[in-house]
Nanobody, 123 residues
Framework: QVQLVESGGGLVQAGGSLRLSCAAS????????MGWFRQAPGKEREFVAR????????YYADSVKGRFTISRDNAKNMVYLQMNSLKAEDTAVYYC????????????????WGQGTQVTVSS
């Protein structure tokens, strides 16, 4: 059984920064692509970023490109999301997830999810 636990969310002013962390259990963490998603109130869950198993390849949603950076530390079983230049529209619950199969931007392609961490950006 894989467990993913996010942390690092909070309240920040527009233009500020936050770093989210995701701690993963299990010995096979380094084999998997990992992703971040978010869900704002009243909106569907949306893809934010994903990182390859080695960390060499990353991909971002257009809405966060140039502002967010996904990274990982396989020795520590950790995935991170550095969020800079935050905007009010970034307010959402952020989830990390383990990719299983399919399109990397689709939530249905991920098999394990964390409980989420709230990010609130005040304007």
């Amino acid at each position: 059984q894989v467990q993913l636990v996010e942390s690092g969310g909070g309240l920040v002013q527009a233009g500020g920064s936050l770093r989210l962390s995701c701690a993963a259990s299990g010995r096979t963490f380094s084999r998997y692509i990992m992703g971040w998603f978010r869900q704002a109130p009243g909106k569907e869950r949306e893809f934010v970023a994903r990182i390859s198993s080695s960390g060499a390849s990353t991909y971002y949603a257009d809405s966060v490109k140039g502002r967010f950076t996904i990274s990982r530390d396989n020795a520590k079983n950790m995935v991170y999301l550095q969020m800079n230049s935050l905007k009010a529209e970034d307010t959402a619950v952020y989830y990390c997830a383990r990719f299983y199969s399919g399109a990397y931007y689709a939530g249905s392609s991920y098999d394990y999810w964390g409980q989420g961490t709230q990010v609130t950006v005040s304007s």
